[in-house]
């Protein structure tokens, strides 16, 4: 098949083109053939009738006389010379050494006694071709009591034969040379094609580079608009297109600001408070005990509903440094298996019955460790929170070869990865004996306060642990995706780029 609008253009332009030239060199090689034909034959006709209206026929004619008459009309052949051939009765006679021609064709015989005035006809006979021509030669007497003539057979007949090479090799001339013209036609044809395809493709080439660019982020990219047409209309449509994206995207980034503004803002301000009740909800927990139970019971829900409101207040703020691009990594070279350690010990998940630890020593990476801290404490905390023990929690180091480059990379000129090597990737899992999570939750557990129940409008946790975590992995250059394990359960995996030289074993 045929790809690329250019080569398209270009073959429907040489196709017009070559159908016109065929098209005009077939209608005058027709026209100038039946003309130089048409010519010859009737030269040939007219003079072959009057040379045989002029002879002077003694009827019965003898042999001498007969064989006179055919070499003078063959020295008398317009416009060159013919053969001549003469018939009456049984006499065959002719102007060569053949009495008879085959090239006289039984159908032009059987016209000659049809026709008083005589007939002719066009014979190509072993690739050459021939003109034939039959004249009877009749007595006219006075018809009585109108005043015409009527015109009786004698039965001798004249036949002449003459090629018409000259005008058959006029004719091939006459092709070769529409063949010979044709080629340098389509030759031109070709720059004129060229150019329309140049008019033609340049607003594609720009609407191309335009759309790029406009998938880059870049919504003031217009396309100049020139002359008139339907290119012209299509690129006034993208740039209006272009123009109400660009205002409607100015307009949610602006309320998007707003929002992550007020929720920073309102996060900052609870913040102090916050702090403030914390430290008299411990207090009062810590008197608890000499309480009255309903008093008791209130405290320890006031105090609850405090710390999961300081882990909210928290975790908006926590998000809302990310949205604002102003998380930063802070990396160390760490023991990865160790940091999972501190991290699961710092909140006694050491229980071997819900925790089952597979963590090889050697590993070590550079990592934030705080940040890295947080994504192992929330997916475990989730694990137990959503599963059932015994959680397992995995570290390995794999290499894999590098992802080949996307066609966006590709038409960028990004260039492949450095000498063309595997990447290292220190992965870490996290899966449960739970039920697992349904195939519709699956898309979006990592989206902001996301429920699988909407009707559960509480949770123990704030709705932005895994968020936070997606966030986590994405500053150190990860991914993290969750799915089914095999037996069942949930299973989180977190995959982290590295170099070389930044993990050992």
Same mark, same amino acid.
């Given at each position: 098949?045929?790809?690329?609008?250019?080569?398209?253009?270009?073959?429907?332009?040489?196709?017009?083109?070559?159908?016109?030239?065929?098209?005009?060199?077939?209608?005058?090689?027709?026209?100038?053939?039946?003309?130089?034909?048409?010519?010859?034959?009737?030269?040939?006709?007219?003079?072959?009738?009057?040379?045989?209206?002029?002879?002077?026929?003694?009827?019965?004619?003898?042999?001498?006389?007969?064989?006179?008459?055919?070499?003078?009309?063959?020295?008398?052949?317009?416009?060159?010379?013919?053969?001549?051939?003469?018939?009456?009765?049984?006499?065959?006679?002719?102007?060569?050494?053949?009495?008879?021609?085959?090239?006289?064709?039984?159908?032009?015989?059987?016209?000659?006694?049809?026709?008083?005035?005589?007939?002719?006809?066009?014979?190509?006979?072993?690739?050459?071709?021939?003109?034939?021509?039959?004249?009877?030669?009749?007595?006219?007497?006075?018809?009585?009591?109108?005043?015409?003539?009527?015109?009786?057979?004698?039965?001798?007949?004249?036949?002449?034969?003459?090629?018409?090479?000259?005008?058959?090799?006029?004719?091939?001339?006459?092709?070769?040379?529409?063949?010979?013209?044709?080629?340098?036609?389509?030759?031109?044809?070709?720059?004129?094609?060229?150019?329309?395809?140049?008019?033609?493709?340049?607003?594609?080439?720009?609407?191309?580079?335009?759309?790029?660019?406009?998938?880059?982020?870049?919504?003031?990219?217009?396309?100049?608009?020139?002359?008139?047409?339907?290119?012209?209309?299509?690129?006034?449509?993208?740039?209006?297109?272009?123009?109400?994206?660009?205002?409607?995207?100015?307009?949610?980034?602006?309320?998007?600001?707003?929002?992550?503004?007020?929720?920073?803002?309102?996060?900052?301000?609870?913040?102090?408070?916050?702090?403030?009740?914390?430290?008299?909800?411990?207090?009062?927990?810590?008197?608890?005990?000499?309480?009255?139970?309903?008093?008791?019971?209130?405290?320890?829900?006031?105090?609850?509903?405090? *710390?999961?409101?300081? #882990?909210? &207040?928290?975790?908006?703020? @926590?998000?809302?440094?990310?949205?604002? +691009?102003? /998380? !930063?990594?802070?990396?160390?070279?760490?023991?990865?298996?160790?940091?999972?350690?501190?991290?699961?010990?710092?909140?006694?998940?050491?229980?071997?019955?819900?925790?089952?630890?597979?963590?090889?020593?050697?590993?070590?990476?550079?990592?934030?460790?705080?940040?890295?801290?947080?994504?192992?404490?929330?997916?475990?905390?989730?694990?137990?929170?959503? *599963?059932?023990?015994? #959680?397992? &929690?995995?570290?390995?180091? @794999?290499?894999?070869?590098?992802?080949? +480059?996307? /066609? !966006?990379?590709?038409?960028?000129?990004?260039?492949?990865?450095?000498?063309?090597?595997?990447?290292?990737?220190?992965?870490?899992?996290?899966?449960?004996?739970?039920?697992?999570?349904?195939?519709?939750?699956?898309?979006?557990?990592?989206?902001?306060?996301?429920?699988?129940?909407?009707?559960?409008?509480?949770?123990?946790?704030?709705?932005?642990?895994?968020?936070?975590?997606?966030?986590? &992995?994405?500053?150190?250059?990860?991914?993290?995706?969750?799915?089914?394990?095999?037996?069942?359960?949930?299973?989180?995996?977190?995959?982290?780029?590295?170099?070389?030289?930044?993990?050992?074993?």
């Amino acid at each position: 098949m045929i790809s690329g609008l250019r080569t398209r253009l270009v073959l429907a332009f040489l196709l017009v083109a070559a159908v016109g030239c065929g098209t005009t060199a077939a209608l005058t090689y027709r026209e100038a053939r039946n003309a130089i034909l048409e010519q010859a034959q009737d030269t040939a006709v007219s003079s072959f009738r009057d040379q045989i209206q002029e002879l002077h026929v003694n009827l019965p004619p003898n042999h001498e006389q007969m064989q006179g008459m055919v070499r003078g009309l063959a020295r008398q052949g317009k416009p060159r010379n013919w053969w001549v051939y003469v018939e009456y009765g049984s006499v065959r006679l002719s102007s060569g050494t053949n009495p008879t021609s085959t090239v006289i064709t039984p159908e032009l015989r059987r016209q000659a006694r049809g026709t008083p005035h005589g007939s002719f006809q066009r014979v190509v006979k072993n690739g050459e071709p021939y003109l034939t021509m039959v004249m009877p030669v009749v007595f006219k007497t006075a018809q009585t009591g109108t005043g015409g003539q009527t015109q009786r057979p004698t039965g001798l007949t004249f036949y002449a034969v003459m090629r018409l090479t000259d005008e058959q090799a006029n004719v091939d001339a006459m092709v070769v040379a529409a063949r010979d013209g044709a080629l340098p036609a389509l030759a031109i044809a070709l720059v004129p094609a060229l150019l329309a395809a140049r008019s033609v493709l340049r607003p594609v080439r720009d609407l191309r580079q335009a759309a790029r660019s406009l998938g880059r982020g870049r919504l003031d990219t217009r396309i100049p608009v020139k002359g008139g047409g339907e290119l012209s209309e299509l690129a006034r449509t993208f740039n209006e297109s272009t123009a109400a994206l660009e205002r409607s995207v100015d307009e949610l980034q602006r309320a998007e600001a707003r929002a992550r503004r007020f929720a920073s803002d309102v996060s900052h301000e609870l913040r102090t408070p916050l702090a403030g009740m914390l430290a008299v909800t411990e207090l009062l927990d810590e008197d608890a005990a000499g309480l009255d139970p309903d008093t008791a019971a209130a405290v320890r829900l006031i105090s609850s509903e405090t *710390g999961k409101l300081a #882990v909210l &207040v928290e975790d908006l703020m @926590e998000i809302s440094r990310f949205d604002a +691009r102003a /998380a !930063e990594l802070n990396t160390d070279e760490v023991d990865v298996a160790e940091t999972i350690r501190r991290t699961l010990q710092s909140r006694h998940w050491t229980d071997p019955a819900r925790i089952v630890l597979d963590l090889p020593d050697g590993i070590r990476a550079r990592l934030d460790p705080r940040r890295f801290d947080v994504v192992v404490a929330n997916l475990v905390g989730n694990a137990l929170r959503h *599963g059932r023990p015994p #959680v397992t &929690v995995a570290l390995r180091a @794999e290499t894999r070869p590098p992802a080949p +480059r996307t /066609a !966006e990379e590709a038409a960028d000129g990004t260039p492949d990865a450095p000498g063309g090597g595997s990447t290292r990737w220190l992965v870490t899992e996290v899966a449960d004996r739970g039920p697992g999570i349904p195939a519709d939750v699956l898309p979006h557990v990592f989206d902001r306060f996301y429920k699988a129940d909407q009707a559960r409008t509480r949770s123990e946790g704030s709705g932005l642990g895994l968020a936070i975590t997606l966030e986590n &992995v994405r500053l150190h250059g990860g991914t993290v995706r969750a799915a089914n394990g095999p037996g069942g359960g949930a299973v989180f995996v977190v995959e982290i780029p590295l170099t070389t030289s930044e993990v050992t074993a």
